[in-house]
């Protein structure tokens, strides 16, 4: 299992998952969803294409030119902490993973929640949610926001009271997750900036097994492959609004917004983590 450092680090889905499953920091502050915040910030260098210094918390990467070929390092000693905090509508908001790129604005950004237990109150987490994203979206309309829900799958049974659990006794999925779940697909799919501000870009829910002999595994069959908050469509409608917000209509300004390609003889792949998704290289 992966050891909680503060700095970010580049790391698998299923290691930060399994710290926020086991949740070693005893959920206290944010030692148990933090690595993954390091596994967004991290993605979105080696897949995405932005470059290390945009983004917040700052990733654990150099990238070097070289015969004009650009080439990715991997450098723990480079990896950064924190949260930004942006301008919103009514008041100001630390997001967990921001891109900003000099002289635009913030362009986008990921917003983390994880719930260990006490699932009835993910009401509160509804409402939460949609404010978020319209404090935000009222300062920054072309933003692209990503909203990015975990929850531990805990199985009715010794010590876990169906208040608390995800799975009841028979492994269907407990009604208030369902119902929350259909809310949260109301909540994404924006495109144009000029669409809802009470929607984001993208959104995820996804629940982590915390049992033995897998704890931070997926808990298969929910949500379903077909559902709009699947984890397999977020980071491709993340870069999708992206691309067609910032650099297909201001092609005077692409140098600057246009997602990078790594060369595929960079360093950091050559002693890579076994990654959920594919590096972002080719031709430079």
Same mark, same amino acid.
């Given at each position: 299992?992966?050891?909680e450092?503060?700095? $970010?680090?580049?790391?698998?889905?299923? @290691?930060?998952l399994? *710290?926020?499953?086991?949740? !070693?920091?005893?959920?206290q502050?944010?030692?148990?969803?933090?690595?993954?915040?390091?596994? %967004?910030?991290?993605?979105?260098?080696?897949?995405?294409? +932005? @470059?290390?210094?945009?983004?917040?918390?700052?990733?654990? +990467?150099?990238?070097?030119?070289?015969?004009?070929?650009?080439?990715?390092?991997?450098?723990?000693?480079?990896g950064?902490?924190?949260?930004?905090t942006v301008?919103?509508?009514?008041?100001?908001?630390?997001i967990? %993973?921001?891109?900003?790129?000099?002289?635009?604005?913030p362009?986008l950004?990921?917003?983390?929640?994880?719930?260990?237990?006490?699932?009835?109150?993910?009401?509160n987490?509804?409402?939460e949610?949609i404010g978020?994203?319209?404090?935000?979206?009222?300062?920054?309309?072309a933003?692209?926001?990503?909203?990015?829900?975990?929850?531990?799958?805990?199985k009715?049974?010794a010590? %876990?009271?169906?208040?608390?659990a $995800?799975?009841?006794?028979?492994?269907?999925?407990?009604? !208030?997750?369902?119902?929350?779940?259909? *809310?949260?697909?109301?909540?994404e799919?924006?495109?144009?900036?000029?669409? @809802?501000v009470?929607?984001?870009?993208?959104?995820?829910?996804?629940?982590v097994?915390?049992?033995?002999?897998?704890?931070?595994?997926?808990?298969?069959?929910?949500?379903p492959? @077909?559902?709009?908050?699947?984890?397999?469509?977020?980071f !491709?409608?993340?870069?999708?609004?992206?691309?067609?917000r910032?650099?297909?209509?201001?092609?005077?300004?692409?140098?600057?917004?246009?997602r990078?390609?790594w060369?595929?003889?960079?360093?950091?792949?050559?002693?890579?983590?076994?990654?959920?998704?594919?590096?972002?290289?080719g031709p430079?």
């Amino acid at each position: 299992m992966a050891v909680e450092t503060q700095a $970010c680090r580049w790391i698998t889905l299923h @290691e930060a998952l399994a *710290v926020f499953a086991l949740n !070693p920091s005893g959920h206290q502050g944010q030692g148990h969803i933090r690595p993954l915040h390091h596994y %967004v910030a991290s993605r979105l260098v080696v897949e995405g294409g +932005f @470059e290390p210094d945009e983004i917040t918390p700052r990733p654990p +990467f150099r990238v070097v030119t070289q015969g004009g070929k650009r080439l990715l390092n991997y450098d723990p000693a480079t990896g950064g902490t924190g949260e930004r905090t942006v301008l919103g509508g009514l008041r100001t908001k630390a997001i967990d %993973v921001v891109v900003t790129k000099e002289g635009v604005r913030p362009v986008l950004a990921v917003s983390m929640k994880g719930s260990l237990s006490a699932f009835r109150n993910l009401t509160n987490r509804m409402e939460e949610a949609i404010g978020d994203c319209t404090n935000v979206h009222i300062a920054y309309p072309a933003l692209v926001y990503g909203f990015f829900h975990v929850l531990r799958a805990s199985k009715v049974g010794a010590g %876990v009271r169906a208040s608390d659990a $995800c799975v009841l006794a028979d492994g269907a999925i407990a009604e !208030p997750i369902t119902r929350y779940h259909d *809310v949260l697909t109301r909540l994404e799919d924006r495109i144009d900036l000029r669409n @809802e501000v009470t929607k984001y870009e993208a959104v995820s829910l996804i629940l982590v097994n915390p049992e033995p002999p897998a704890p931070g595994s997926l808990h298969p069959g929910f949500p379903p492959a @077909e559902s709009a908050l699947a984890l397999s469509r977020f980071f !491709p409608s993340m870069y999708r609004a992206y691309d067609l917000r910032f650099v297909y209509p201001a092609p005077s300004i692409a140098s600057l917004t246009r997602r990078q390609v790594w060369d595929e003889a960079s360093p950091a792949f050559v002693d890579a983590p076994v990654l959920d998704y594919a590096p972002r290289v080719g031709p430079t």
